[in-house]
Nanobody, 120 residues
Framework: QVQLVETGGGLVQAGGSLRLSCAAS????????MSWHRQAPGKQRELVAA???????NYADSVKGRFTISRDNAKKTVYLQMNELIPEDTAVYYC??????????????WGQGTQVTVSS
């Protein structure tokens, strides 16, 4: 019943920027951790960035200093600002949230994925 909708993916040249958004909808009581993962062709899905309900953040070494994760609790949205993009960032990006609905049931919810392609 809880759904995450991702936007912001696309094609960008190396050195450019993109901003991904992921908005939750449904009967949500609370959202704990929010995170972004990505999966490139031939590679396993990896954690890119995470942010807790207390705004603590964690980043993969490969994106530190270039990506910034943030959240807007009022909008039930997590963002990923991606700067200085490189071709190695090309992947499908998935958002993830740990959500408790209004019935107090706990869910781990994934977005549908959005393609990010960085050209050389």
């Amino acid at each position: 019943q809880v759904q995450l909708v991702e936007t912001g993916g696309g094609l960008v040249q190396a050195g450019g920027s993109l901003r991904l958004s992921c908005a939750a909808s449904g009967s949500i009581f609370a959202i704990n951790d929010m995170s972004w993962h990505r999966q490139a062709p031939g590679k396993q899905r990896e954690l890119v960035a995470a942010i807790t309900s207390g705004d603590r953040t964690n980043y993969a070494d490969s994106v530190k200093g270039r990506f910034t994760i943030s959240r807007d609790n009022a909008k039930k949205t997590v963002y990923l600002q991606m700067n200085e993009l490189i071709p190695e960032d090309t992947a499908v990006y998935y958002c993830n949230m740990v959500v408790r609905n209004t019935a107090r049931s706990l869910f781990i919810v994934w977005g549908q994925g959005t393609q990010v392609t960085v050209s050389s």
